[in-house]
Structure formats: structure tokens, C-alpha cells
């Protein structure tokens, strides 16, 4: 049974037809994935059917009818639920108010508490998500904030429900848990929308397909099941597409790191951390959600306290303030996880986004900074990573999700560092992008960078990273030196994570 069909749906942005006669049907019943490359518009498409942004043409049928939402109000309230590719939960607010902000429970009058707690309570279980409901969601890391997106989306119990990469910056284990979900609620004959890069998770869940391309469907509603993994990709970037392959590097184990940490203890929670980054290594961190990777940069960027053991660069014993003491007195670059909301200036144009982390650097040279050399350098990067822009001067925050993280890599990289810290590099950027990241960082690497590397894409850590450390509960659990056989390297990475911590 259909529950809702988007039938040739316009919609134009200024210098953009970000949705060009794009059709698709939702059946209950159903996992249906929606595909495409950074800019195809399918973020576009969620946020007209949930009246968001209001189509140009086309229309929207839910049981049969036409509906027209005015607003993300009225489509939940026909039952449709949306997780959204941005995070939308109020700073202000706890967890279990944040998940039940459609419909808090009152009690005479009152917004009721110990409801409030319990009912939350049971959508986080029904994650197994080991959050506190009275926990501030600024408290939260970026993975479990998205976490709790997508228990505040269960928590409506549509009809049909639409997720746009839910799974972006969560790893496969907690992955597996919203599938479990999923595949309950499609049991129960709901119809969800899914949108993803990582296509291993696609084909797990997921049994129908539409693909963007440009703005334009290019397949509408075909079963997964007649296609393989490279017909889908070859559909999406519109020509055959190869597999990556990078050129041999080395690493020169004689030479001192250029990034040092020994017995590093953090003010939260890390314990005894040994870590070594030589010129022209990538090494990676991995570890579950929560193993404190993160956390582990930002402190070594000085926005968390060291309690003991010492930071050396390039031998010497530092103790880094801030991001810019960072990159102005010790040439480390840091591309955040968080790109929302540190990585990237929304309200600014990509150009100047591009430019900020040498505009200094020109400034204090030249006394200002000329806009011809500004706009070559973003020229270079907008090509490089193919960032899809209308024009240098589009702000930041009307990109695609994907093309904002290019612009945040891009302004490290202009910025001509010596340290990279990359935290989830790759996250919602699509296939032929990754490979075109990937490179990047290869390339960087290979010019006598140290490049610190965390990521939850084991397959994208098995590709880059020279060594493997792996984190649990704060502290290193031991190292895989990386021989790039994905099967035995991802094998003894979960076997790291979950052996027992040899007692000293
Ligand atoms: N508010 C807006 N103003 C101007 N242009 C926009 C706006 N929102 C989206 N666009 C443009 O519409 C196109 C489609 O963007 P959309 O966010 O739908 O892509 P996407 O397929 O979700 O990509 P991603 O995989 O990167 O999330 C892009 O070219 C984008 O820059
Ligand atoms: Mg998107």
C-alpha cells in the first residue's frame, strides 16, 4: 500500500533547480533509500514534503490526497517524522524535554517531570542508549546529540518517517541499533525514507531506491535487490566510477615526531595516554562512541585542561591556549567534528570561510588582504574538492551538508599547517568526494605532514591510516599496524576494543 507519493516536485533556489521534476512513492512496509551525491537534493526534498521550504511545482499525496503542509508542525501532525541531516536540539533544554518537545506531558496544568523522565526514558531504551533524560543536551557528544534526534523522531510513532544520514556520526554499533528499530517499524507497516553515503548500511536495511542526480531523479523507486553496489554508485555520479587507488608511501620511523604525548591525563577522564606522530605518518584513532577520541584533540588544542604528562611539538614541551595559539605558534590545523557549529561560518560567504584561517597570515604581510589572491586560492579549493557552489559569495549555511565539510577542510588546507588533527573527515560526504578527500590526505601526508586522524569509518581508516590506535574508556588500548588487508586489520581493531585491558 502506498502511503505517500512526492509526484514531479520543483523547487528553485537562486542560481540553483536544487529539485527538477523529482517523483518517488513511500509503502508501507518499506525502507526506501534516497541517493545521491553531495548537492543532489535530497535534504532539498525532506524539507519540502515536510513544509519546510515550499515546492516550486510538482505535488505531495499522503494516503491518496494532495496536502500542502505549511509547516513542519502540520506534517507531524499528519504523521510524517523527520530526523533531520542538521542537528535541531535546543540548547537549553534536557534530553527527555528535547524528545518529547512535540507533545510534553502535563499533569494539571504543569509540564510533568517524572512523565517527562519515564516516557523519554523509554524511547532512549529503546535505542539501549545509556543517556541520562535530565542531562542538558549541551552536555552531549556530537554522536549521542544525534542519538537523541533520532529518539525524539521515534517518539511521534509516525507513519512514515524520513531520516536524512542519521547514521552520519554515529559508529557501526549504535548503527545497528536504530536497524533494529527500523526494521520493527517496517514490520509494522510504516514507510521510512532514508538517506545515506554509506552504502553497506543501504543494502543492509533498505529494499526500494531513488536516485538524485543534480536535482533530477534518475532512478524512481526501483528495487535495491536488481542492483549491485556499483550500478548504484555509477547511477548516482553518472559515469562509471573506479576504484580508488593511491601511491605507495613510507614513513620514516628514524625521525622524531613531530606530535608527542606521553602519560597525558585529561580533566575529562583520560588516563596515561602515549601517542607519537612522525613527519609524513597518518595515524588513526578508533574507538566506539564515547571512547573519548574527540575529546583526546580537544584537549591537546588546550579547550579541555591537561591534568598531567606533557604535550612535546617537535620535541619541546607546550602547552597549547586555544585553536588560533595553535595554528599562529605551532602550525597545527584542527578540523572539528562539529562543523555546524565550529567548523564552518554559516552566515559568511564561502570565500571568506575559505580564507579565514590565512587572513591573518596576508593581512599582518600585506596590511590587508587582496581579493584577487583570496579568490584564487578558493578557485584552487573549489575545484580541487569539487565544492558545488552557485557563486564564491553563496553563504556557508545554504550549502549542501556534505559541501560545508569541504569548506571546512578547505580553510585548514589553505592554511598551509605541519600538524593536521582531522576528526571525522569524511562524514555525509559523498562516495566520489571521499576518494577525492582521501587523496588529499594521502597527498598531504606524503609531503611530511603528521596527520592525527580520527574516524568511525573503519573502511576509510583502513585505507589512510599507517598505524591504528585504539581507544576504549579513555585510554589506549594498543595499536594495529595497518597492512591495508581490510578483513584481518578490521579483526583485530574489534578484537582490540573489546579484549581486557592487560593489568599493569
Ligand atoms: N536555503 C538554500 N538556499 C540556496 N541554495 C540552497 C539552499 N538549500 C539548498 N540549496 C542548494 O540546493 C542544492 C541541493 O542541496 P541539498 O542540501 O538538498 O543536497 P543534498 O543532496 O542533501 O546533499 P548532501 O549529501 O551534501 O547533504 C545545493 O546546490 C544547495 O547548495
Ligand atoms: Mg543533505
Not at 244 to 268: H, I, N, Q, W, Y
Not at 291 to 301: F, N, V, W, Y
Request: glycine share 8%; with cysteine.
Amino acid at each position: 500500500m502506498t502511503l505517500f507519493v512526492a509526484e514531479r516536485v520543483d523547487k528553485l533556489f537562486p542560481g540553483v533547480r536544487a529539485l527538477d521534476g523529482v517523483t518517488l512513492a513511500l509503502e508501507a512496509g518499506s525502507v526506501h533509500a534516497l541517493l545521491g551525491e553531495n548537492g543532489a537534493g535530497k535534504s532539498t526534498l525532506i524539507k519540502v514534503i515536510t513544509g519546510l521550504y515550499r515546492p516550486d511545482g510538482g505535488k505531495l499525496l499522503l494516503d491518496g490526497s494532495e496536502v500542502a503542509f505549511g509547516s513542519p508542525h502540520e506534517s507531524a501532525a499528519a504523521g510524517i517524522g523527520v530526523v533531520h541531516q542538521e542537528r535541531n536540539l535546543i540548547p537549553g533544554f534536557t534530553v527527555g524535554e528535547n524528545i518529547l518537545l512535540q507533545k510534553l506531558p502535563t499533569s494539571r496544568g504543569l509540564v510533568d517531570r517524572a512523565a517527562i523522565r519515564s516516557e523519554a526514558s523509554r524511547w532512549l531504551a529503546e535505542l539501549d542508549l545509556d543517556i541520562d533524560p535530565d542531562q542538558p543536551v549541551t552536555e552531549l557528544s556530537v554522536a549521542q546529540a544525534q542519538l537523541v534526534e533520532i529518539a525524539k523522531a521515534l517518539s511521534v510513532e509516525s507513519r512514515v518517517l524520513l531520516l536524512d544520514e542519521p547514521t552520519a556520526s554515529i559508529t557501526p554499533n549504535e548503527a545497528d541499533r536504530l536497524f533494529r528499530v527500523v526494521d520493527k517499524l517496517k514490520n509494522d507497516g510504516r514507510a521510512v525514507l532514508f538517506v545515506s553515503h554509506k552504502l553497506e548500511e543501504v543494502f543492509q536495511i533498505c529494499d526500494t531506491v531513488t536516485v538524485l542526480r543534480d536535482g533530477s531523479s534518475v532512478l524512481e523507486s526501483g528495487a535495491l535487490a536488481d542492483l549491485t553496489r556499483d550500478q548504484v554508485v555509477d547511477l548516482m555520479v553518472g559515469r562509471v566510477h573506479e576504484a580508488l587507488s593511491l601511491p605507495p608511501r613510507t614513513v620514516d620511523r628514524s625521525v622524531d615526531p613531530l606530535l608527542e604525548l606521553s602519560g597525558v591525563s585529561t580533566a575529562t577522564g583520560h588516563a596515561d595516554i602515549d601517542l607519537a606522530v612522525r613527519p609524513g605518518e597518518i595515524v588513526g584513532l578508533y574507538g566506539l562512541v564515547g571512547a573519548g577520541r574527540s575529546e583526546l584533540a580537544k584537549a591537546l588544542l588546550g579547550l579541555d585542561r591537561i591534568t598531567a604528562g606533557e604535550v612535546r611539538i617537535r620535541g619541546r614541551a607546550v602547552r597549547i591556549k586555544n585553536v588560533r595559539d595553535a595554528l599562529r605558534n605551532h602550525k597545527i590545523g584542527y578540523v572539528t567534528e562539529n562543523r555546524k557549529e565550529e567548523g564552518v561560518f554559516l552566515e559568511q560567504s564561502v570565500s571568506r570561510n575559505i580564507a579565514v584561517t590565512i587572513w591573518d597570515r596576508l593581512s599582518k604581510l600585506l596590511g590587508y588582504v587582496p581579493a584577487k589572491a583570496e579568490s584564487a586560492l578558493v578557485a584552487r579549493y573549489v575545484e580541487q574538492l569539487g565544492i558545488r557552489i552557485a557563486s564564491p559569495a553563496q553563504l556557508a549555511g545554504t550549502l549542501s551538508g556534505g559541501n560545508q565539510q569541504k569548506v571546512s577542510l578547505a580553510k585548514w588546507l589553505a592554511a598551509q599547517t605541519e600538524i593536521l588533527i582531522i576528526d571525522e573527515p569524511t562524514v555525509g560526504i559523498d562516495v566520489r568526494t571521499k576518494d577525492a578527500f582521501h587523496t588529499l590526505i594521502w597527498d598531504l601526508a606524503a609531503n611530511g605532514l603528521a596527520i592525527l586522524l580520527i574516524t568511525s569509518d573503519l573502511p576509510e581508516m583502513i585505507t589512510l591510516a599507517d598505524r591504528v590506535v585504539v581507544m576504549r574508556d579513555h585510554r589506549v588500548q594498543g595499536e594495529v599496524a595497518n597492512d591495508h588487508d581490510y578483513d584481518r586489520m578490521s579483526q583485530q581493531v574489534i578484537r582490540l576494543i573489546h579484549a581486557e585491558r592487560a593489568v599493569a
